[in-house]
């Protein structure tokens, strides 16, 4: 009986190597999941990105500017349209409609092509976009990022709809140089390192374009980093941005965590963005980034801990006789 035992289990040892030797996902570099499965996660990661970390949508399509945080009018998500002189006339110099990046727009385009937009700044034709488009941020993001971020862009729902060409009187030169990028070498830092993981999302979620304030030129000053002040002026409401250093008086200093994640969740709820705050609107996209996950949240939270605290006082609506919110 012991030996009957021995055999069948010898069996049994046999056939497990043998199939384990035949499992493809046990060979070095190759992934435990069916190509669909990882065709379906990058999708979802793409989609995670365009819409809580990146927020296309915020700019490529038309926005509600009389409800809070301005949320997309539905059903025009990627396809373009804002009129960007109208709506920041201050902040333009010219005109300028958003482009659609539905696949109607972007059907001729290569991936590579696309890519390059995302993170270098220049368009099908080569020419310089409009810094805008937050691809000095964007040139940071990890190869699998932005494959999967135009992967979700290939499966949006074709929009058909044009727009005319930029007109600008400044030259593409005067938009301040390139990022130098080959997006295929940029990597991904690991999760488990928070505060690392929290600069990754902060510079591709581009806080920095309007949390730190910028010259007369607009060039970004760096030396106050995320420390508020831009003025914007729509022509419905006005806003000046949060300093979110780690200052204690001016800044985030004294938020806990689990207040800054509670900001980000209160400010997306549906009530909140169907209100309209009339003078006291804002242009912090909450509606997007308040999608974002509690552990993205905390990584976020995490890094801006660890940036130089700087004191800059910021009333976010002096003209509007709101509470502060
Ligand atoms: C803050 C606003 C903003 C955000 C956020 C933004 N874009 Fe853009 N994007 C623009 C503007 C403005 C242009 C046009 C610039 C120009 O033509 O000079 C543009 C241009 C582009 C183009 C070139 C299209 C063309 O026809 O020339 C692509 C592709 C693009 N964006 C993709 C994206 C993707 C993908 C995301 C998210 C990962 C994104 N954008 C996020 C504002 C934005
Ligand atoms: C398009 C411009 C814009 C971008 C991009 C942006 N913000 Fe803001 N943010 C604002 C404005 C304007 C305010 C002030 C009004 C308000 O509280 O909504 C603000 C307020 C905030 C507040 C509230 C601070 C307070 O004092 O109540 C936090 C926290 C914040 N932003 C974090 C971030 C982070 C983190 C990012 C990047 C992931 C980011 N913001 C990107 C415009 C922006």
């Not at 709506?87 to 539905?102: E, S």
């Not at 591709?204 to 106050?224: F, N, R, S």
Request: overall charge positive; proline content about 8%; glycine content about 6%.
């Amino acid at each position: 009986m012991k030996r009957l035992i021995f055999i069948i289990s010898t069996f049994v040892a046999i056939a497990l190597i043998i199939f384990a030797c035949n499992d493809k996902s046990k060979e070095p570099g190759a992934t435990t999941l069916s190509k669909d499965d990882s065709l379906k996660q990058q999708l979802e990661r793409g989609k995670y990105l365009a819409n809580s970390v990146v927020n296309c949508a915020d700019c490529h399509s038309k926005l509600d500017t009389s409800k809070f945080s301005a949320p997309v009018v539905p059903g025009t998500e990627g396809g373009g349209g804002l009129a960007l002189h109208e709506i920041l006339p201050a902040d333009i110099p010219g005109k300028m409609w958003v482009p659609n990046i539905t696949p109607y727009a972007l059907k001729d385009w290569t991936d590579d092509e696309i890519a390059r937009a995302i993170t270098a700044g220049v368009n099908k034709k080569g020419d310089t976009l409009f810094p805008l488009m937050p691809y000095h941020g964007l040139s940071r993001m990890a190869k699998e990022d932005v494959e999967a971020v135009v992967a979700y862009l290939r499966s949006l729902k074709p929009i058909e709809a044009s727009f005319p060409a930029r007109e600008l009187f400044i030259p593409a030169a005067a938009f301040g140089p390139l990022p130098d990028v080959d997006y295929k070498k940029n990597t991904r830092p690991d999760t488990a390192d928070k505060v690392k993981y929290g600069e990754y999302l902060v510079t591709i979620g581009h806080c920095t374009d309007c949390h730190t304030p910028v010259t007369k030129e607009k060039m970004p000053m760096m030396d106050k980093f995320l420390s508020g002040g831009q003025h914007f002026k729509l022509p419905t409401f006005e806003v000046t941005v949060s300093n979110i250093t780690p200052d204690s008086v001016t800044g985030l200093g004294t938020w806990t965590e689990a207040m800054f994640l509670a900001k980000f969740r209160t400010n997306s709820t549906p009530e909140m963005l169907a209100s309209k705050p009339g003078k006291a609107n804002t242009l912090m996209p909450w509606s997007f980034y308040g999608t974002m996950s509690d552990s993205d949240l905390k990584a976020i939270y995490a890094y801006l801990r660890t940036v130089p605290p700087i004191k800059n006082k910021v009333e976010k609506w002096p003209t509007a006789a709101v509470a502060s919110r």
